[in-house]
């Protein structure tokens, strides 16, 4: 296996990825847990046929800085991999796959993201709802036809212009706040897809995918108002169409930080 590969199937086995059984699939109980190196080997063997699908797995993109992703190829500026709609398409198919936490007990489908594979915008946000755990889809209920409507009528774009992704791919039950271990366990993939997608900008969502991103607990009001960096991306942080719903006078704030990710996005 080449090191590229084995680096990377190593960042997926970080979060936790497990085929699942059959029985667990089927609605019954699962049966007893493999010895480990025989699980192991499974996983290796599930990522190694999803990589086999998407060459760009094969070579998985170094971590864009800020002149790299200037002078990267593509019209975006991006540096991304030869195929990123290949890739993101294999890592779908390892979040289907991952039972790394207990989420994956209660979901009824996970949701990986969909978009723009060459998006210069990518928004990240906490997890999915109920609307989106029931459709496989992110951002479809009350707080993504305000996020369309940020994208649509504010930014003057289509959604499929950007892609649309949260920092955990399974619904927490009753929309709680995902925890620690559950971000843990989807961190290898949400990685993945912003190294394969190498946007010019990243807004995040709330205060869950700021600070999973950003990497500190600041509050939302001192973390909003200013560009920050994810491996040299620029990153806008702003409150969650969620929150824009509770808070309708927070709207003024979230559109000055849209229209400074939109100026990032756009920069020559």
């Not at 790299?68 to 398409?89: E, Y």
């Not at 959604?159 to 559950?182: F, G, L």
């Amino acid at each position: 296996m080449e090191p590229t590969l084995r680096r990377y199937l190593g960042t997926l086995q970080s979060a936790g990825v497990r085929r699942i059984p059959r029985g667990r699939a089927a609605g019954t109980a699962a049966p007893p847990a493999a010895p480990v190196a025989d699980r192991q080997l499974r996983e290796r063997q599930t990522l190694a046929a999803a990589a086999a699908r998407a060459p760009g797995l094969s070579a998985p993109p170094q971590p864009p800085t800020a002149e790299a992703g200037r002078a990267g190829a593509g019209s975006d500026g991006g540096s991304r991999t030869t195929d990123p709609a290949a890739t993101l398409a294999a890592i779908a198919e390892a979040v289907r796959a991952c039972t790394a936490c207990p989420l994956c007990e209660t979901r009824h489908h996970t949701v990986p993201g969909e978009g723009d594979p060459r998006a210069a915008i990518v928004f990240v946000g906490e997890g999915p709802g109920a609307d989106e755990d029931r459709t496989g889809r992110p951002f479809v209920g009350k707080a993504g036809k305000l996020l369309d409507d940020i994208i649509t009528k504010g930014m003057r774009r289509r959604r499929e212009q950007v892609y649309i992704c949260n920092v955990v791919k399974c619904r927490p039950p009753d929309n709680r706040v995902p925890t620690p271990t559950e971000v843990a366990a989807c961190s290898g993939f949400l990685e993945a897809q912003l190294q394969a997608l190498a946007p010019r900008a990243i807004c995040a969502l709330g205060a869950t995918a700021a600070h999973h991103l950003l990497g500190n607990e600041l509050p939302m009001g001192r973390l909003r108002g200013q560009v920050h960096a994810w491996r040299g991306i620029p990153v806008v942080a702003t409150y969650h169409p969620a929150y824009l719903l509770r808070k309708p006078e927070a709207k003024r704030d979230a559109w000055a930080d849209i229209q400074r990710l939109m100026a990032l996005a756009d920069a020559p």
